[in-house]
C-alpha cells in the first residue's frame, strides 16, 4: 500500500484546481502564475525553459521586492470545508523561495471578501526551506471559503495543498432529494482499503468521470488467496437507493465482480475500521463487471436502513474509476 506522509492526506484537497479552486487576486506573479499552485499534479522542473519574464517555473513566483510589505494570495476554494491540515511545497525552488509563510481564513456566505471581511488566522508564520514539502496540521473546526496564503517578503512556492472536510448544509436537504452520499464534496472519505498500488482509494470519491487509468483505484496484481476492499464513510447518515461503479479506463485490469457492505457505525476510531467491517450486513451482494463501464444497481440493493460507511469489496483485485452511493439523508 501507498503510505501517506501524513495522516492528514486522506482528507480532500479543497484547494484543488479540478474543485475550482482559484486565485481572485494576487499581490504580484510576475514570474509564474499563481494558479499553478491549485493543480493536482507534482510540481515539475523545465530544465532551459524560459519565457519573456523569466525562467519558467511550476508555481507562483512573485518578483524580488525593493520596498517594505509581503506578498499575497486571495483563494476561492472550489469548496468551502474545515481544514484538518496543509502543504506547502517549494519544490524545484531553491533561490528564490520565501524565508516563511501564512495564511488566513474567512468564510462568505455569497461572493467574494470586502475590505471589511474579518480573516481569522490558520496557519502562522512558519519558516520554510527550498524544494521541500512543509506539513502543518491544523486544529480549528471553523469552515472557510476563501484563504488569504501569505509569503514574506516574496519569492516561489510550487503546491499549496489543502485537506479538509467540505461543509454542506445538511438542514436544506430536501426529505425525499437523492443525494450522492459518498461523494467527496459532500463529506465522503476513504478510510482504508487492502492496497492502493496504482491509483489512491480517495480518487472514487471525486467529482465527474476519471480522466485517465490513474484517477481512480487499482491494486496491484494479487498473488495470493482472498480479494481486495475499501472502506468509505459517507459524508452523511442515510440509505442507499441507487450504487454506481464505474470502470471507466480499466479495460485489462478491472475486477471481475464487486460486492458492498454497508453500517451504522457508532463510536470507535477510523484506525479501528478494518476490524469492525468484517461483520458488516451486505448492502449489494455480488455483482459482475465490465470493463470501461458504468454499471448500475437499483434492485440489487438489499434495504439496511440509515448507514454511515461501506466496505466495497472487489474480486480478486483491479481497479475502478468511480463510486456513487446515492440515497436519502437521515434526519
Known sequence: MKAYAVPFEKYVNLADARLGTQAIFVTDDWFAEVNRLFQPTPAVWKEGVFDDNGKWMDGWESRRKRFEGYDYAVIRLGVPGSIKGVDIDTSHFTGNFPPSASLEGCFVADGDPTDATVWSEVLPAVTLQGNSHHYHEIDNAQAFTHLRFNIYPDGGVARLRVYGVPFRDWSNVGDNEQVDLAAALNGGRALACSDEHFGRMSNILNPGRGVNMGDGWETARRRTP??????????????????????????????????????????????????????WRELLPSQKLSMHAEHEFVEQINALGPITHVRVNVFPDGGISRLRLFGKVSK
Do not use: M
Not at 237 to 251: A, M, N, Q, S, Y
Not at 255 to 264: H, L
Open 226 to 279: 482472498g480479494n481486495d476492499w475499501v472502506i468509505v464513510a459517507l459524508g452523511h447518515p442515510g440509505e442507499i437507493e441507487r450504487i454506481v461503479v464505474d470502470t471507466l479506463h480499466f479495460k485489462g485490469n478491472y475486477p471481475d465482480s464487486c460486492s458492498i457492505q454497508g453500517a451504522f457505525v457508532k463510536g470507535g476510531t477510523d484506525a479501528q475500521i478494518e476490524t469492525q467491517s468484517l461483520f
